[in-house]
């Protein structure tokens, strides 16, 4: 199984930015498609993006809408979330994700996570 670990959560205001990252490591074969996911505080967790590694074809929710964009550096084993423009409502924990199977923006589909990193957005 791969281990994921996130960072770059925090506490920005309405308008700002901010980039999370996700460390794949051990036995990353296993981590073909590999997603960012969230959950506001009493709500099912979300789908947000997701890719396959070794390859540039993102998937994005439609809620996304050009808001964040997912990328990757296979060198660092590493994914990343570009979220701009953040709204109160983008307020949640991130979770990265990963499958050996193809990429979908369903958690269920999913048998790997990080820990999450919480993102505060004020008005």
């Known amino acids: 199984q791969v281990h994921l670990v996130e960072s770059g959560g925090g506490s920005v205001q309405a308008g700002g930015s901010l980039r999370l990252s996700c460390v794949a490591s051990g036995n990353t074969d296993t981590a073909k498609c590999m997603g960012w996911f969230r959950q506001v505080q009493g709500k099912a967790r979300e789908g947000i993006a997701a890719?396959?590694?070794?390859?540039?074809?993102?998937t994005y929710a439609k809620f996304v809408k050009g808001q964040f964009t997912i990328s990757q550096d296979n060198a660092k084993n590493t994914i990343y979330l570009q979220m701009d423009n953040l709204k109160p409502e983008d307020t949640a924990v991130y979770y990265c994700?990963?499958?050996?199977?193809?990429?979908?923006?369903?958690?269920?589909?999913?048998?790997?996570w990080g820990q999450g990193t919480q993102v505060t957005v004020s008005s």
């Open positions: 890719i396959y590694r070794r390859e540039d074809n993102p």
């Open positions: 994700a990963a499958r050996p199977g193809f990429c979908t923006l369903l958690d269920l589909t999913f048998d790997s």
